[in-house]
Every structure is written in C-alpha cells, then in structure tokens.
C-alpha cells in the first residue's frame, strides 16, 4: 500500500519504539488502520502526529488531555477554540499547582535548623 507504514517503519521513521506506539494506540491517540492480515497501518500524516503526541507529553499534558487536543492540532499548533483554549488553561493551572507546592517543599526544606 502506497503511502502507508507498519508499525516498524514509524517506529524507524519517528525514533519511538514500537511498544510506546502501542501504548499511544491504546490511549487513543494514535488510531492506526488494520490490513486483511490484521496489522497496524499507519498513514502518511501518522510521524507528524506521534511527534506531536511526543511534544504534548513533554509539556506535562496527560493523554486524557492530549486526547482531547489532537483532533484541534494543525501543522505549526493547536487550533485555538474553547475546548483547546480550557484543555491548555488546565494544564497550565495544574503545572503552577505543582510550582506553588515544589516552592512551599523548598523553602521548608531551607528553613530547616543545622546546628
């Protein structure tokens, strides 16, 4: 098939092993399509959007929310539309929660008296 990959081939084509491509498949960000063998079929656009779900995951987003950007996402970002805009504004609201509670762990770990 002309334009489509296997499992391998993106895996080579993206630098992400097989068993994490699997893993994004079963958290339903990476929806493949099935030849008459049964295997995984990927599309043309399919690297893009691994290294999109890469990128995502490296901001801290969960795959729930990943899941929820994906369809929104073009080729230089996310389109920007309330659901996007309420995904990002909850993940950045639970990375400055962490920040607030990394900085009180910090200065409470300063504050401790060495004599």
Do not use: F, K, W
Not at 92 to 113: C, F, G, V
Request: proline share 4%; hydrophobic share 35%.
């Amino acid at each position: 098939m002309a334009g489509h990959m296997l499992i391998g081939e993106l895996s080579r084509r993206t630098g992400v092993p097989t068993r994490l491509l699997r893993y994004y498949e079963e958290q339903g960000l990476l929806v493949p399509q099935r030849d008459s063998n049964d295997y995984r079929i990927y599309d043309d656009r399919a690297p893009a959007t691994v290294l999109r779900i890469r990128e995502l995951l490296g901001t801290g987003l969960s795959t729930r929310a990943i899941r929820e950007l994906l369809p929104c996402a073009t080729e230089v970002g996310i389109q920007g539309c309330a659901r996007s805009r309420a995904v990002l504004a909850e993940g950045l609201s639970r990375i400055d929660e962490r920040i607030q509670d990394l900085t009180r762990r910090r200065s409470a770990l300063i504050d401790i008296p060495l004599t």
